[in-house]
């Protein structure tokens, strides 16, 4: 192995070493609550189907007729599942705060599969085939995920069917969840590899986490 294999193996494990001792806060669990969503919401409203509601009655009545993109029914079927999409983050070590969490693999861990595929001997304390599952931190992600959802649930409701034009993660986090909390984690946004500051656009106004880029 040579030197600067070394250095990188060292340099990966202290790293590594140092995010077992990180958990999400309920800030970061709450943005990224929002992220999906919110991105669940949009793409499920983009439908235009119709539902029909209530009994047939023996008065002849007809049913009620609703838009899916606005009922009842598009809501739960957004917040069933929304936590296990939380299952598919990865911890980019090397990123501060909460954009720490984002989907795709960590330059981090590609850097270690690339030693690896050199012939260079790296020890995770996991087997190989496992470096690509769920980590703690990210199963840790979706079970606090699940108890916010659970207990503020009446506050997506609220925020559906009569606050739209709000951000959600405005509503639900900062004059909700975390009103009494640390919010400091919903101001940090996404602008690319570190060390590269984003785009003009990015940079007007500045953007958080969009869950299709993460």
């Not at 957004?78 to 989907?103: F, T, W």
């Not at 260079?120 to 599952?133: A, Q, R």
Request: aromatic share 6%; glycine share 6%; charged share 35%.
């Amino acid at each position: 192995m040579d030197m600067f294999a070394v250095l990188l193996l060292c340099m990966f494990s202290l790293v590594l070493a140092n995010q077992e001792e990180r958990l999400p806060n309920k800030c970061e669990v709450c943005k990224l609550l929002t992220v999906e969503l919110q991105d669940a919401l949009e793409k499920s409203g983009r439908s235009k189907e119709v539902l029909e509601i209530g009994e047939v009655l023996d008065t002849g009545k007809r049913r009620r007729k609703i838009k899916y993109n606005t009922s009842e029914t598009r809501l739960t079927e957004a917040m069933d599942n929304i936590c296990e999409r939380i299952l598919q983050y990865k911890v980019h070590a090397e990123r501060p705060g909460s954009l720490r969490y984002a989907k795709g693999t960590s330059q981090t861990m590609n850097t270690l599969k690339n030693l690896v595929d050199k012939g260079v001997k790296v020890e995770l304390g996991i087997p190989y085939e496992l470096w690509d599952e769920p980590s703690v931190e990210v199963a840790e992600l979706k079970r606090q995920c699940e108890t916010m959802l659970e207990e503020h649930e009446e506050v997506v409701e609220n925020w559906y069917f009569h606050r739209q034009e709000e951000k959600l993660e405005q509503f639900f986090c900062a004059t909700h969840v975390l009103r009494d909390s640390d919010q400091e984690c919903l101001n940090e946004v996404w602008k690319g590899d570190m060390g590269m500051k984003g785009s003009k656009e990015e940079g007007e106004g500045g953007r958080t986490h969009d869950a299709g880029e993460l």
